[in-house]
């Protein structure tokens, strides 16, 4: 496993949900939650300053700068004493509803130019955050990097935030910067010639799939719950997404029922496993949320922890080198034996 103690420094103190100011879910526990869970794993060094670098063959880099200095910038501005709280939050969003087919400037006010790069009101940024962004993408690149090298075959990043969310050009979900993506492109950039991406956290992986959505060279299948049911993407994750131009039929997604549990849920695991087979990938990256799990408060799909082992059996038995990034999960009192049991039934 690899993972870096700058993880926990991270705080978005909360989330701004429909209006109201709700407790974050993201939270620095997640990390020493799963910790207690991983006994025994041996643990790798985090090579800092890689997952950056790398970052940036997957994203903007205006991106990256308003990631960088959003923070700073707000906290230097008037808004301490205009709005009274330190974390970086957009409230006006430049969608084609409000700006059309008008050229778009990017603002130079933090408060504005937050909406041009984050999509939602939930994803705060903090004084931390930047720091926890660049261990979270370094420690997907390290364990990308000591996979690809062949030093291992399989390698788990502890990656906190989480990224499968995170566009090219935009952050929301919870996510800033895409870690498995940059897992992927690192695979890509040591010759493995396919890279499948398999994501079975219970949100679909919507920046993931943007990311790779006209490439033949990274596959992308998820299983989650329906968006179309009212859940977290809303607008993308429908079984109709299949990818466009060169990556036309390298997008899968098999989106489930609320309340769908083991059943479907491993028959579609095994669906995705097939896919990656039959493609001829030459490495594997899943995309590990464990929030797919009964008692998560963020879905409603009804996983069991005998569940997220059987599909961790499932995705090994391709046997190929495989890089394992963590999502989502947010139920402290079982994260770390979901993660644990199913990092466990990798040989
Ligand atoms: C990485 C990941 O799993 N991101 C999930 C983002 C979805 N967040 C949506 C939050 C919706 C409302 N949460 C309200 C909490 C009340 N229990
Ligand atoms: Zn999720």
Redesign the pocket.
């Known amino acids: 496993m690899f993972w870096s103690p700058q993880t926990r420094s991270h705080d978005p103190r909360g989330?701004v949900?429909v209006g109201v100011a709700?407790?974050g879910?993201?939270v620095g526990d997640r990390v020493d939650a799963i910790l207690s869970g991983l006994n025994g794993l041996p643990l790798h060094e985090v090579v800092a300053g890689g997952g950056i670098a790398a970052a940036a063959a997957v994203h903007s880099p205006l991106l990256l700068d308003h990631l960088r200095s959003a923070h700073d910038q707000w906290r230097s501005g008037p808004y301490l004493d205009l709005v009274g709280q330190d974390r970086v939050v957009p409230y006006l969003f430049p969608t084609p509803a409000m700006t059309g087919q008008m050229p778009q400037h990017v603002p130079s006010a933090v408060h504005a130019r937050a909406g041009t790069f984050g999509y939602d009101t939930?994803t705060l940024l903090g004084p931390g955050s930047w720091a926890a962004i660049e261990a979270a993408a370094d420690c997907a690149r390290s364990a990308a990097e000591w996979v690809a090298n062949g030093q291992g075959r399989v390698a788990y990043a502890l990656c906190r935030p989480?990224g499968?969310?995170a566009t090219t050009a935009g952050y929301g979900?919870?996510?800033y910067v895409n870690n498995a993506a940059v897992a992927a492109h690192t695979l890509r950039e040591h010759g493995m010639a396919r890279v499948g991406v398999v994501d079975i956290?219970?949100?679909h992986g919507n920046g993931t799939q943007e990311i790779f959505w006209s490439r033949a060279d990274v596959l992308y299948g998820s299983v989650h719950v329906d968006p179309g049911a009212g859940w977290?993407?809303h607008y993308v994750g429908f079984a109709d997404e299949t990818g466009s131009g060169e990556g036309a039929d390298c997008t899968l997604n098999l989106p489930l029922g609320e309340g769908a549990g083991d059943g479907p849920w491993l028959a579609a695991v095994e669906r995705l496993a097939d896919w990656v087979r039959g493609a001829g990938c030459a490495a594997l990256v899943v995309s590990l949320?464990v929030?797919a799990a009964a008692d998560d408060?963020?879905s409603p799909l009804q996983v069991t922890q005998a569940g997220y082992g059987r599909a961790g059996a499932l995705l090994a038995a391709l046997g190929l080198p495989t890089v394992l990034v963590q999502?989502?999960?947010?139920h402290l009192p079982t994260l770390g034996d979901l993660v644990g049991g199913h990092l466990r039934a990798y040989p």
């Open positions: 989330e949900w709700t407790q879910t993201e939930m989480p499968h969310h979900g919870s996510c956290d219970a949100h977290f993407p949320g929030d408060p963020e999502e989502g999960g947010y």
